[in-house]
């Protein structure tokens, strides 16, 4: 099976509006931009996200909220989108946020065939007993809200029921994939990417650099192939930072 896609646009080409997808990255690092930009040019709408954070505005899946493209999304952070602060507030998106840790094992489970899992992140909060905002209505009050989750007491301690998560595709980004699939992630581009992944029914990889199969020695293999359907090369073009905190260097 050729795996290989001449294009960004290629890969992304049957994404169908309303399709669920499971974006790689945190923050703007790692983040599979390129199959983002080629999903706005493509035209799909109505998309639901699974993915730490929704981009900012302008860039990553920030591109995609600006353009009315995503109808609902799950994440752990969403602190520097003002866009995605106003369509929430506003009713126009539905958002579900997920303890960061909840949100990495859900997507875990889903790629295993995990169906749920119990987890004592969340007890005793409206993540377990409900009523977060899911959507507003136009005059901000709550339109639907998260329902209450089972809970389970196991000795001591009490813990609450998350399921899994799977969405139709999965776009992440590695920095060296083969023709097979097979990815490594240098350093922290690898947070979500590989969770991300497993979780797609059809998983698609932008890489950096693309290599025969056996030139990544297998210790160095963080995702295997059998979770990735396609793969595109899309070069080591200049990357973004999302908040620039470096200081003025001192006088010697």
Not at 24 to 47: E, K, M
Not at 91 to 107: C, K, M, N
Not at 182 to 191: E, G, I, Q
């Amino acid at each position: 099976m050729e795996k290989v896609y001449p294009s960004a646009a290629a890969a992304v080409a049957d994404i169908p509006s309303g399709a669920s997808l499971a974006v790689g990255g945190f923050g703007l690092n790692g983040i599979p931009h390129n199959l983002i930009q080629a999903l706005l040019a493509q035209g799909a709408t109505d998309l639901v996200t699974v993915s730490n954070n929704c981009g900012v505005d302008g860039w990553g899946l920030g591109v995609l909220l600006d353009n009315k493209r995503i109808r609902r999304t799950t994440g752990s952070y969403v602190g520097e989108n003002k866009e995605f602060e106003r369509q929430y507030l506003s009713g126009e998106l539905e958002v579900e946020l997920v303890p960061q840790g909840t949100l990495a094992e859900r997507l875990r489970a889903g790629g295993c065939g995990i169906p749920a899992f119990y987890t004592p992140a969340g007890v005793g909060t409206p993540v377990a007993t409900g009523g977060l905002p899911w959507r507003h209505h136009p005059d901000g009050s709550v339109a639907k809200a998260s329902p209450p989750k089972e809970t389970r007491r196991f000795g001591d301690n009490e813990y609450v029921l998350e399921e899994a998560i799977r969405c139709d595709y999965a776009l992440v980004r590695a920095s060296i994939g083969d023709r097979e699939g097979n990815l490594y992630f240098s350093k922290a581009t690898r947070n979500f990417n590989p969770l991300c992944a497993m979780a797609g029914r059809i998983t698609i990889a932008e890489v950096e650099r693309l290599v025969e199969p056996g030139e990544i020695e297998p210790e160095n293999v963080h995702l295997p192939g059998i979770f990735v359907a396609r793969i595109v090369e899309v070069g080591a073009e200049g990357k973004r930072i999302e908040r620039v905190t470096t200081r003025k260097r001192e006088e010697r």
